[in-house]
């Protein structure tokens, strides 16, 4: 069997990471939490289409005045270039199976995404919109952190990614937002 990017065989940094990624994943998803199944998994489809994201944005535009303006702006905007590039240049090139979550509690499970697992769209979305946000808002920026890492953290409790995925994701959303961000007041906005 010819090993993959998908699944990483021999003693290759790629296949340690992979094996580390595994046992940390197998780790998190083993510990019993029925308190926290539910509250993780509704926060995991609730991320579906950055809809916090973009709910929050509305109230930042609405009752935030111009700052708020701006941030909705900057924060939306940094999903939508992290989930651009994420999604439609970077799952493409590491075509990372998802975990198998036989082991997983079904309590927690959400329906499993078709795409592939590397890294994770939620978290880059989510660390993209605190980062933006934050740029301009520095106190909501930092208030942001908390359900950015919530939807991170619940793609691996769900079964649906491995920590790396997650990880990735989250400094991929910050990296991209940054430069969106400079961007954005190159551009005068």
């Not at 499993?112 to 946000?133: C, I, L």
Request: hydrophobic letters at 50%; aromatic letters at 6%; zero cysteines.
């Amino acid at each position: 069997m010819t090993a993959t990017r998908e699944d990483p065989e021999g003693d290759g940094l790629l296949a340690r990471a992979h094996r580390l990624d595994v046992a940390a994943y197998r780790a998190l998803t083993a510990r019993s939490s029925p308190g926290l199944d539910a509250a993780l998994a509704a926060a995991s489809q609730a991320a579906n289409f950055s809809k916090p994201w973009i709910a929050t944005a509305a109230v930042l535009a609405l009752a935030g005045g111009s700052r708020g303006r701006r941030a909705a702006l900057y924060g939306i905007g940094s999903v939508t270039v992290a989930s651009a590039v994420v999604n439609l240049a970077l799952k493409p090139l590491w075509p990372r199976r998802r975990p198998d979550r036989t082991e997983v509690p079904a309590g927690r499970h959400v329906p499993m995404p078709s795409s592939t697992s590397f890294p994770s769209g939620h978290s880059a979305s989510a660390f993209a919109f605190a980062t933006g946000v934050g740029a301009v808002m520095p106190a909501a920026g930092a208030l942001l952190v908390l359900p950015a890492a919530t939807v991170a953290y619940s793609r691996v409790h769900t079964g649906v990614h491995y920590p790396g995925d997650v990880l990735v994701g989250s400094l991929t959303g910050i990296v991209l937002a940054r430069a969106t961000t400079a961007a954005f007041r190159r551009l005068g906005l």
